[in-house]
């Protein structure tokens, strides 16, 4: 049986720690029964909508809410309203109180930093899973 294609996962943040821990978090394959996927990172919003532009796969947007200075939040409104099919959004952000504003960027999971490994791969693996079975 031939492998999977792998899956494109997309981090933004002008951070690289915490673009680290989110590569760390993520390893190389989400689930035993989910492809192998391929990181794909950027510091700058300029840089991450270029790539989109491209038109290069992704499968999986995380965006750091906190990126200055443009905010992982206002990115995912645009691709939102630009990108036809636009695949899932999770939304990284500072304080649970700002989960309002992750609403407004219309992402579709939201996670607090500090990033716990286990609960964010787990939200990653299902938003994953729902674009792979509208998509693959």
């Known amino acids: 049986?031939?492998?999977?294609?792998?899956l494109h996962i997309v981090i933004y943040s002008d951070d690289s720690s915490v673009?680290?821990?989110l590569k760390s978090a993520l390893g190389t394959r989400l689930a035993s029964d989910m492809p192998l996927h391929e990181i794909h990172e950027f510091a700058t919003g300029s840089a991450l909508k270029s790539y989109v532009d491209?038109?290069?796969p992704v499968d999986l947007f995380i965006l750091d809410g906190e990126s200055t200075?443009?905010?992982?939040?206002?990115?995912s409104r645009q691709f939102k309203d630009e990108l036809f099919n636009c695949p899932p959004i999770l939304?990284?952000?500072?304080?649970?109180?700002?989960?309002?504003?992750?609403?407004?960027?219309?992402?579709?999971g939201v996670l607090t930093h500090p990033i716990d490994p286990f609960t964010f791969g787990k939200k990653a693996a299902a938003l994953l899973a729902a674009q792979?079975?509208?998509t693959h």
């Open 69 to 75: 200075p443009e905010g992982g939040m206002g990115i």
């Open 54 to 56: 491209d038109k290069k």
């Open 1 to 6: 049986m031939a492998e999977a294609k792998p």
């Open 132 to 134: 792979i079975s509208t």
């Open 19 to 21: 673009r680290n821990s």
């Open 91 to 108: 939304v990284i952000i500072a304080r649970k109180d700002d989960s309002w504003l992750a609403g407004w960027s219309r992402a579709d």
